[in-house]
């Protein structure tokens, strides 16, 4: 079944051939788990290291690189498994990349989730570079776990995830606060992430999953959205298809994907189920400016909630970041 391509917007950020090898998974438990530099035990200012082909690191001074390249980085590590280890990596496919992306956790690969789901970004990279800091200070060393592009805002995102425990801890928000002005100096954004609700998760999981080929969606898109416009259950929509030649269970599975693009909108607080009211967004426009779009005030918060959670982070990605 064809998938859709690499976001287009996402081309502005160089050649698509890297995504075929962002990530190394098959290295044995045993082999070597991040990629081998120089010490830096003389340096006087943080330093950066990055890899660009995957196995050469290149290490500048934080205040002198170019934060550009970023987006052009390898992961600083693999992602093997190994005996007695409390995490478990994960390799999630992302759509954004139109390719596996290496995780350090699960609650990691719930984060990947959420920034592939989100309309804005439009590059998301694994373990991008490494920070080294003069010997004797706070700290000696960090490799965040993951950095963010919009092509809409020239500032890139780089993200730690944490998962609200740890992020609570002393040691961290030390660390957390030494990071975020290193980060700030080579001009990048910076925040902590702690997850999002099991049942957004789990929903953002089942949208996800749902693939439609190019041509279906393009022939009975239009009309799913117009079936919508005013407020109609997931089934009534299937229904609907159905009845003008869509199979049922296909125009189920064209709902979820639909709901992924963010042609339609759904309350992701609640469990997907055939009886959730589905809307377009074009009802959302309609019951700002005319008061068309009939529909109770709870289930109209929980679709705020959810392009909240759009939104929230689109503020931090782009609306937040100063020119």
């Excluded at 698509?16 to 200012?45: H, Y």
């Excluded at 920034?115 to 080294?132: E, N, R």
């Excluded at 929903?203 to 959205?225: D, I, K, Q, T």
Aim: glycine share 6%; charged share 25%.
């Amino acid at each position: 079944m064809p998938l859709r391509p690499l976001r287009d917007d996402a081309r502005s950020f160089g050649d698509l051939e890297r995504t075929t090898a962002r990530i190394r998974v098959n290295r044995p438990s045993w082999g070597q788990r991040r990629l081998k530099f120089s010490a830096l035990d003389k340096i006087a200012s943080p330093h950066v290291s990055f890899t660009l082909n995957g196995t050469s690191v290149t290490t500048r001074k934080a205040s002198e690189v170019d934060s550009s390249v970023f987006t052009r980085a390898y992961p600083m590590r693999d992602f093997a498994r190994r005996l007695n280890q409390q995490n478990h990596p994960t390799a999630p496919w992302v759509e954004t990349m139109a390719h596996l992306i290496g995780a350090e956790s699960h609650h990691e690969g719930a984060f990947y989730l959420l920034a592939d789901f989100h309309p804005l970004v439009t590059l998301i990279a694994g373990q991008p570079f490494t920070l080294s800091w003069p010997k004797g200070g706070t700290l000696q060393s960090h490799t965040p776990d993951c950095l963010l592009a919009s092509s809409s805002h020239p500032r890139s995102l780089v993200v730690d995830v944490k998962d609200p425990v740890e992020r609570a801890g002393e040691k961290w928000r030390a660390r957390e606060a030494f990071v975020a002005r290193t980060c700030a100096d080579m001009g990048l954004a910076y925040m902590v992430w702690s997850g999002l609700p099991r049942r957004f998760r789990r929903n953002l999981e089942n949208l996800a999953e749902a693939r439609v080929p190019e041509p279906s969606l393009e022939a009975w898109g239009p009309a799913a959205r117009e079936f919508a416009r005013h407020g109609k259950s997931l089934r009534a929509v299937a229904m609907e298809l159905d009845s003008r030649g869509y199979q049922y269970t296909w125009a189920l599975t064209l709902v979820r994907r639909l709901l992924w693009l963010h042609d339609l909108e759904t309350d992701l607080g609640k469990p997907l189920e055939l009886d959730s009211e589905i809307c377009s967004l074009q009802s959302r426009t309609d019951s700002l400016g005319r008061g068309a779009h009939s529909v109770d005030d709870g289930r109209q918060r929980g679709i705020d909630e959810t392009r909240g959670y759009r939104l929230g982070f689109c503020q931090v990605v782009v609306c937040h970041l100063p020119g």
